[in-house]
């Protein structure tokens, strides 16, 4: 059965501090890996990878894929109060449906 | 360009009652799925449905949850008899194409139903 697990489940830092979240999986066939967040409503899309070793990076926000390994790491530098959500992952395992990990809950701290 | 509109934002029912969730995905996405969120748990698939076809209701439970996308209109998604296991937040999703094939999912803002 495809899974995707992500760790930690929860998350306090401070402001300006860096995180890293995790995200590992197993799947039959892997098309991509997708990276959202969710605060009070619809999770919104931040990155999606396909290639291993290849950073997707948007401002403070930057992901990295490892297809040998099977794992995704998320990080975020210099947080900001703005960025507490639930961080989720999720696979695309060529079926057609995403199958999402448990969700990271980050909390920043002023 | 609207994107996924979700209606209603909150349904309370009683046990027993039926609720029903609308979907209408963006424009142009012909790709529709239902995920279900239970507080501290991350989005669960339910179903995977194209126009007027299921593609996969390998999440659905077996009873009482139905849903379908008709040609003219928004995706339905049903539940009847409700108990209040089925208290959750309810999203939606639409693509362009099956899956994450060159365009991520793009959701809701999600229907949460309260069974009392």
């Known amino acids: 059965e495809d899974k995707v697990v992500q760790s930690p489940l929860s998350l306090v830092v401070h402001e300006g501090d860096t995180v890293t979240l995790n995200c590992s999986y197993e799947?039959?066939?892997?098309?991509?890996l997708l990276w959202y967040k969710q605060e009070k409503k619809a999770p919104t899309f931040l990155f999606m990878l396909?290639?291993?070793?290849i950073e997707k990076k948007s401002g403070r926000l930057s992901s990295i894929l490892d297809k040998k390994e099977l794992f995704s790491i998320l990080n975020i530098t210099a947080t900001q109060t703005g960025d507490s959500a639930i961080y989720l992952c999720?696979?695309?395992?060529?079926?057609?449906?995403?199958?999402f990990g448990q969700g990271t809950t980050l909390q920043v701290k002023p | 360009n609207a994107g996924v509109m979700q209606n209603p934002r909150h349904l309370v029912r009683r046990r027993g009652q039926e609720a029903r969730l609308r979907c209408s995905p963006m424009?142009?996405?012909?790709?529709v799925y239902w995920y279900r969120q239970l507080p501290e748990e991350g989005l669960k698939f339910m179903v995977y449905?194209?126009?007027?076809?299921?593609?996969?209701e390998s999440g659905m439970p077996k009873e009482r949850f139905s849903a379908e996308f008709p040609k003219e209109g928004p995706s339905i998604l049903r539940i009847q008899q409700v108990v209040r296991g089925d208290s959750a937040a309810y999203f939606c999703?639409?693509?362009?194409?099956?899956?994450?094939?060159?365009?991520?999912?793009?959701f809701g803002n999600g229907t949460r139903l309260t069974v009392t």
């Open positions: 999703a639409s693509s362009v194409q099956g899956g994450s094939y060159n365009s991520p999912l793009h």
């Open positions: 396909t290639s291993s070793g």
């Open positions: 449905l194209q126009k007027e076809n299921i593609i996969d």
């Open positions: 424009k142009g996405h012909s790709h």
């Open positions: 999720a696979v695309d395992g060529n079926t057609g449906k995403l199958i």
């Open positions: 799947v039959t066939n892997f098309r991509s």
